[in-house]
């Protein structure tokens, strides 16, 4: 069975300083992992992925994430944070055998504070 | 604009109202979802489709009925739910088709549902 786990609630973090956000995931196979992030009120928007290859992915915003395999880890970083990165981060695995069904963690909400 | 819109943006509706939501994908996608999303909660697969079919039914009781009609349009018939249905419900579509779907999923707005 697929999971993610977000162990974070909330990350708090400081307008300049570098953020990361953390993520671990159990998946049948080798993993498609993702990153979404959602704004109050909107759904959620595609960050990153990471498929295959280089196991450092960089996104949209400046963000990038580092897959891990053995600690089946995907973790969301960026060097720099800004104010307006303050948002619900999401973590998703799909395996890659086929199918269509990502799983999502709980999430965890990043405070950036000027 | 995500290419997903999702309409009502907001129901309220009574434990033995009959109502539905619907989602339209202008990304040309063959595979559409429908997510559950509660507070402090992971966000729940409910339904999967991929051309008009369906590949994913994830325990989902039957008061929720999915429809699709075609590859752009899905819909969630909702019968005499539950005030813990309460939730936002997301659609999002994929590109889909077989192993060239590497999973991107597009997202619409949502609908606040809320069951009195």
């Known amino acids: 069975a697929q999971s993610v786990a977000q162990p974070e609630d909330q990350v708090n973090v400081a307008e300049g300083n570098p953020l990361t956000v953390k993520c671990t995931y159990s998946?049948?196979?080798?993993?498609?992992l993702f990153w979404y992030v959602q704004y109050p009120n909107r759904g959620l928007q595609f960050l990153l992925k990471?498929?295959?290859?280089?196991?450092l992915v960089k996104g949209s915003y400046g963000f990038e994430a580092e897959f891990n395999k053995s600690q089946t880890s995907f973790h969301l970083k960026k060097p720099s944070a800004l104010v307006s990165d303050s948002a619900l981060y999401f973590c998703?695995?799909?395996?890659?055998?086929?199918?269509?069904?990502?799983?999502f963690g709980a999430g965890t909400r990043l405070f950036v504070k000027a | 604009e995500t290419g997903v819109t999702q309409t009502p943006r907001h129901l309220v509706m009574g434990m033995t109202n009959k109502k539905s939501l619907k989602c339209e994908q202008h990304?040309?996608?063959?595979?559409m979802y429908w997510y559950k999303q509660s507070a402090k909660k992971p966000l729940e697969l409910m339904f999967v489709?991929?051309?008009?079919?369906?590949?994913e039914n994830n325990s989902v009781p039957s008061r929720f009925s999915p429809e699709c009609p075609n590859s752009s349009h899905l819909f969630l018939h909702l019968h005499t739910l539950q005030p813990e249905d309460s939730a936002l419900y997301l659609c999002?579509?994929?590109?889909?088709?077989?192993?060239?779907?590497?999973?991107?999923?597009?997202f619409g707005e949502g609908s606040r549902l809320t069951v009195l």
């Open positions: 990304l040309g996608h063959n595979a």
């Open positions: 998946v049948s196979g080798n993993p498609y």
């Open positions: 999002a579509s994929s590109q889909g088709g077989s192993l060239a779907d590497t999973g991107e999923l597009f």
């Open positions: 990471y498929i295959t290859g280089d196991n």
């Open positions: 998703a695995v799909r395996a890659n055998t086929g199918g269509f069904k990502t799983i």
């Open positions: 489709y991929n051309f008009k079919e369906q590949t």
